[in-house]
Nanobody
């Protein structure tokens, strides 16, 4: 089973950039779909991005498309979320998560489809 740890969050001005990392322990990292979610105060946890086992397929929420990029390095057991042109509405706790689903099933948008979660990391974008 994987253990996930996020890093790279912090405070940034609007228009700035951050890169989140999620390091996974465990030998089967490459067998998991990896996703990023976020949760703002008083709101439900929402899908941000997902990436297939090989990294060849990705998907994004409309709100971040064109600004965020998800990638993974299976040799390093790490998934990344490069965030650019950040907006105050991107402020949230960001979580990485792992799912055993098949990417072709399309079942990676809901938090319920993920088996494992990191502890979350705060991203704050000031205006």
């Amino acid at each position: 089973q994987l253990h996930l740890v996020e890093s790279g969050g912090g405070l940034v001005q609007a228009g700035g950039s951050l890169r989140l990392s999620c390091a996974a322990s465990g030998r089967t990292f490459s067998r998991y779909i990896m996703g990023w979610f976020r949760q703002a105060p008083g709101k439900e946890r929402e899908f941000v991005a997902a990436i297939s086992w090989s990294g060849g397929r990705t998907d994004y929420a409309d709100s971040v498309k064109g600004r965020f990029t998800i990638s993974r390095d299976n040799a390093k057991n790490t998934v990344y979320l490069q965030m650019m042109s950040l907006k105050p509405e991107d402020t949230a706790v960001y979580y990485c998560a792992a799912s055993r689903n098949s990417y072709s099933s399309g079942d990676y948008y809901s938090p319920n489809e993920y088996d494992l979660w990191g502890q979350g990391i705060q991203v704050t974008v000031s205006s």
